[in-house]
């Protein structure tokens, strides 16, 4: 099972950038699916989840209004567009993978860098 994460780099603030999390080994359509972050020197938050039936969406109160998770399950694969990046969305986002039923993230990709310069 392997997710990858991609569409990170360096941005203005005010930018957006759109990250992939494709999925390969599962099948995403029964995972309920979560995007984190990590910033230098702090622990990795929560940012935005998707349940497996996309029934239902949720985020964290710094990206309410700017980030927006959607799935397309035909490429098996979950955005995060983030738009209005600030100087404090810096941080490598990973993604997660949770199986139907599950209380623990099953699966996590590797990382990709988010730079937002001001």
């Known amino acids: 099972v392997q997710l990858q994460a991609s569409g990170g780099g360096l941005v203005q603030a005010g930018g957006s950038l759109r990250l992939p999390c494709a999925a390969h080994?599962?099948?995403?359509?029964?995972?309920?699916v979560g995007w984190f972050r990590q910033a230098p020197g702090k622990e990795r938050v929560f940012v935005a989840g998707?349940?497996?039936?996309?029934?239902?969406?949720n985020y964290a109160d710094s990206v309410k209004g700017r980030f927006t998770i959607s799935r397309d399950n035909a490429k098996n694969t979950v955005y995060l567009q983030m738009n209005s990046l600030k100087p404090e969305d810096t941080a490598v986002y990973y993604c997660?993978?949770?199986?139907?039923?599950?209380?623990?993230?099953?699966?996590w990709g590797q990382g990709t860098q988010v730079t937002v310069s001001s």
């Open positions: 998707i349940t497996w039936s996309s029934s239902s969406t």
């Open positions: 997660a993978a949770a199986r139907r039923g599950s209380a623990n993230w099953d699966y």
């Open positions: 080994g599962i099948t995403f359509s029964s995972h309920g």
